[in-house]
């Protein structure tokens, strides 16, 4: 260590002796001229490291709840907002616990009728149906007929259970989906009525979902 220490400290000399009459401008370009494979070959380690640990970091972390919200109005820092507020609301301070909330999706093309004119949006909803990843859809009532006629509606009461489906029963219809309040759509940046909360069969934790419909129907 102590002869590399040396190298380089003798290295850092002698550039600096070479450039100590040059002016900054003249510095970066000596430096990038003489230099810049290092230089590159530096930043791709960097970013090789980065990528490696992002990698590493996602591989480990546990997607709780993914919300699909259809034709939403909130910018992407609304949407993070609202999932940090319902973690906070379940009182989940585990930072590799991760909560979703997905404004991409759209009710046209849900219609078969509109298939062919709206094609990329119907694409992806089923890319998303496809996937299995959504737990909960908060959405209009013709996306809960798109998800019926797809098979991906986890009934209500098997999703909140006895006690939360006897006390929200007003709000429950045909067991397919939950009506939500206005307060709880303009907490999704909804601006649309009326607003529906539905499950799907691919829900991953139970508990998550079901606090979340519990989360908004307090809204």
């Not at 070479?18 to 990038?32: A, G, I, L, P």
């Not at 939360?164 to 759509?185: M, N």
């Amino acid at each position: 260590m102590g002869k590399l220490s040396a190298r380089w400290k003798a290295f850092l000399a002698k550039e600096k002796e070479k450039t100590k009459d040059m002016t900054f401008r003249q510095k970066v370009e000596y430096v990038f001229e003489y230099y810049k494979v290092e230089f590159f070959a530096v930043v791709l380690a960097v970013a090789l490291v980065g990528a490696l640990g992002y990698a590493i970091d996602n591989k480990t972390n546990t997607h709780i709840l993914y919300v699909a919200v259809a034709d939403t109005e909130a910018t992407m820092e609304q949407s993070l907002q609202l999932g940090a507020d319902f973690k906070k609301y379940i009182g989940n301070t585990r930072r590799k616990d991760k909560v979703t909330i997905d404004g991409s999706i759209t009710v046209l093309g849900t219609n078969g009728d509109e298939i062919t004119e709206f094609y990329q949006e119907h694409q992806k909803s089923l890319v998303l149906l496809a996937s299995g990843i959504v737990d909960v859809y908060v959405c209009e009532k013709a996306y809960v007929d798109f998800l019926e006629d797809y098979e991906d509606l986890l009934p209500v009461s098997e999703a909140l259970g006895e006690e939360l489906c006897a006390k929200y029963a007003d709000r429950i219809e045909d067991d397919r989906a939950i009506l939500l309040s206005k307060g709880a759509a303009e907490a999704c940046g909804i601006t649309y009525e009326p607003v529906y909360l539905a499950f799907s069969r691919s829900v991953h934790y139970p508990e998550a979902a079901r606090s979340f419909a519990q989360f908004l129907l307090e809204k």
